[in-house]
């Protein structure tokens, strides 16, 4: 079937290549227009559209709202369009100098919604789309495109789950998930599909490069792409040229960053105490008398007694990055382009003291982007896009995450970090210190280079019927990793405690070694190809449009391993039909036909249609007299969605059995291992989407817009084991998975905005979302738990990822055994230790007297937050302009346990909670106890419970941006037609309800790094 499309679009081809290059009619006809946009109070206004009512001649205005344009087309009238401002229509005259009053769009009517494979006014939408433009990303300072996300875009759930400096991970879920496990959404960047990496790819492109991002939502959009689009798709549409005169635009800044969290770091007098009373609890001798604490206290014999806090000696109170950006821009009826180039440096968080190589994490990150469209003649364009990124990552010689989180096993009590000869001082129980990661493993350089290239034609077929155009895009991405490691090791020395001088001991048989060089490299690229057929024609109140497409990708992933290196290969096509009347009433038709050769044949194509509509009230004539009421729209989809990504392995439907040699003999016999059966039936994932809009606009200020949506999957993936007796005779993680599971997510959104200009100087905006989204898991074949479970069912009707602990009985009034007699009372037996007075008390909920796992109940949420929120606003007066954004989540919550969490670990690690623990003393006058009392070995206290379940909701005050643009004679003095000046911060304010301030709602927890705050000052300068 490609090979005829393709000698279809060749003849096509042939035939716009042989047209005439214009046309004939208007040649010798060229008028050139000059004038000048303003907005209702007479301010000039750049950036604006300006292009010919047969679209062939444009021009775009400078920031005096200047504008020139040369018509030669036949165009009776001009078309006038800029962001935020409704598109207006002027007649040509006899006159050449326009004066245009744009008004504002306040409901966004006109906006071009970018759907991936189409776009949309969102006038006509009748789905679920959520958009941002680049602009309002880059008030964000921040390395990472997925970091400026959070707040921005209601109905798209945003988890730093990793906050490394230029490498943080961002979760994101669009309104939740669709399935039990948490699978990111699709990306599409310009029309391309990146389905394997994609949120890697994300971090790829910067704020200044993007024109929008969409967020697909709901089947209305989502159903074109067939078994890649349930859950959700995320459209990236970077900058194109404008017709204009070049527009060189730069920005430079410098920012500083620091933690917004710090683990509680003792001093040793504290921490000693703290160890003395955890072996007083167990009832073992005291680790430090009392002479010795007096030293820690004092401070009199440092060698001794020494008192470190390491957190202070390897963590520097600020990091810097810097960032240079300069983009291009600008064209003619010919040709247009955009150019961008960013340069971004990453200085590192940690003190070192090697002095025979750097081991202080520094990164650097370059990339460009190029967008060329050339108009060869009047039928036929082509366009190229290119970008590309080098980023060399320079690190210690094991990981910055392995690095901070050693800093904290270490007590303070410990002399180092070296003895007087230089070698590293550890502790019997840290098999890797600090120091040594830091200052003696070598050094490792990565070096990421991705590169994408695309190259398109783009046929006008008005030759056949006006309106109709054929697209061909060839697409190709490759990525590589290249790692040059420097290994290096190092003697690990201990303290001699049985001597009264300062004596030490070797630890182990680790040697101090030279630096051994090695290298590593990873490699994935993807081939696309795709051909659009479009439509789109007025007849008088009609409007008529439709698109069918076809898509090929060869992927091959970075895996080395059989059968995962083989090359992924996926075919798609799909097509839309829209209709809208009189702008008042919109339908739309979506069908999607897929498939991978993941699936048998029998089940490989799967079928993803949906149907949407709108209702626009307000544009009825009945409802014209309401003025107040400025919109009015109804919205409503249904269709489904498809998902491949379902964690199977390669080739699910088929048996995997490998042979290998082996055997008494081996190079005479062969040993064949059968892995996991084959299921020749298994399919992908289709949800079932449901979505209820409701848009309203008040006095043409007020826009406020409803959603309550439904997803369904009947064929979720599961495994089987859940059914099968564990004593049989194939291992349980052999059977193959079944298309037999039931989930169901579903919620609500709200978003609200205001925006208005009220005199010539100030304007004002404001705004706010609200997403609530509960996923629950009806079916996965859950076995049954025996009777005298609390609870026999841990997945089934919990939302995924629900955790399940014992609960704390507060009837005491502390819910601490504050006694022996209280203990004994109690009846209580534990299946996992033997309480002591000062433990936690655990509700005994099946009545049997004993604690253990049949005890345990539902704990938290889920996985995944089900409240998402956010609210910005800003204003603009004379030269100044401030934007604020406060982002946070609701109904999240985690059960953690860990280094930090207990105080077992290591020599003992205390975190904030543990000062305030248990003791008799404490109970009897009254004070505050924060936790039970402590022990040096595992306790009963040491489970997961609800007392260590920590609420991560929180509020936080996520950009403050303040502009200041110089004079416009300032900025001609050096030539430059706008100077603005940007003071602005990230992550500056959090409110939140942890149990302790020793670490942060996002991140992993104690020993992890946490969200950093960032401080930037920089200047933007337009030529």
Known sequence: MIPHIVIKFRLCLMVALLCPAGSLLAQGMTDTLRGRVSDEWGNPLGGILVHSENGKNGSSTDLEGLFSIAINDGSSYLVFSGDGYLSQQVPLAQETDFQVEMQRDAHRKDEIVHLGYSSQRREALSGAVATVT?????????????????????????????????????????RGISAARATEPLVVIDGIVCSYQSNETLEYISANEIES??????????????????????????????????????????SMQEVTTQPTFYNSAEYAEMRNQAALNDGEALL??????????????????????????????????????????????????????NFMHQGG????????????????????????????????????????????????GVGNADIYGSIFQLPPTMYGPLTPEGQVVTTQLVGAPTYGMLNR???????????????????????????????????????????????QNYERWLRNDESEELAFIKKGDELNTPLAYTKGHLFYYRLTYRATLDYQRDFGKHNIGGMAYMFYQNLTKSNTNSPELLPYNRVSSGAEIRYGYDNR???????????????????RYTTTPAVSAAWVISNEEFMQEAAWLSQLKLRAAWGKTANDQSGLGRYAYLDNVTVQGGGPIGYLQYLVNENQIGNPNIAAEVSTKQNLGLDIGLFNAVSLSVDVFKERMENMVVDAAGSIPQYQGVPLLNYPALNAGVFENKGYEITADFVKRLNRDLSIQLGGAFTYAKNTVISRGEALRTEDYAYRKWEEGYSFGQQFGYLVDYSNGNGFFNSAEELANSGLTYDFGDPRVGDLIYQDLNQDGSIDERDKAPVGHGAVPRIVYGFSGGLTYRAFDLNFLFQGLGQYETMLGGTGIWETAFDGVFGALHRNAWTAERYANGEAISWPALSLEKTVNHEMSDFVNYDRSYLRLKNLELGYTLPMQTAKAISAEKIRFVLSGQNLLTWDNM???????????????????????GVNVIF
């Open 585 to 603: 009433y919109f339908l739309k038709g979506d069908i999607g036909y897929s498939g991978s050769e993941q699936y048998a044949r029998n089940t």
């Open 288 to 341: 430090f008398s009392a002479e010795d604490i007096a030293h820690y206290r004092n401070g009199d014999q440092p060698d001794l007694f020494p008192n470190n806090n390491w957190y202070n000696r390897y963590i520097k109170d600020f990091a810097s990055m810097q960032r240079l950006g300069v983009n291009l821009n600008g064209g003619n009826d010919k040709v247009q382009f955009f150019s961008n180039v």
């Open 349 to 396: 968080q940690f003190n070192t003291e090697q002095t025979s190589y750097d081991p202080a994490p520094n990164n650097l990150w370059f990339n460009y982007r190029s967008n060329v469209d050339m108009n060869l003649n009047d039928y036929l364009r082509a366009f190229v896009r290119l970008s590309g990124n080098v980023k060399r990552e320079h690190t210690a």
């Open 134 to 174: 680049g602009e309002e990303l880059e008030r964000s300072p921040v390395a990472n495109l997925s970091q400026a996300f959070a707040g921005r875009l209601p109905g798209l759930f945003t988890q730093e789950t990793f906050s490394e400096l230029s490498r943080a991970n961002t979760d994101l879920f669009v």
């Open 213 to 254: 991002i969409s967020i697909l939502k709901d089947a209305a959009s989502q159903a074109l792409y067939g078994i890649q689009g349930a859950n959700g798709v995320i459209v990236i549409t970077t900058k194109r040229g404008r017709k204009g005169k070049l527009q060189i635009n730069g920005r430079l800044d410098q």
């Open 441 to 487: 493993t070598g050094y490792i350089n990565h070096t990421v280079t991705n590169t994408t290239s695309q190259f398109g034609l783009d046929l006008n077929m008005d030759f056949l019927t006006k309106g109709l155009n054929l697209t061909g895009i060839f697409a190709y991405q490759t990525n590589s990793v290249g790692s040059l490691r420097t290994i």
């Open 995 to 1017: 149990k302790s301030d020793d670490f942060g709602p996002e991140g992993a927890g104690y020993t992890s790094f946490p969200v950093y705050r960032v401080y930037s000052l």
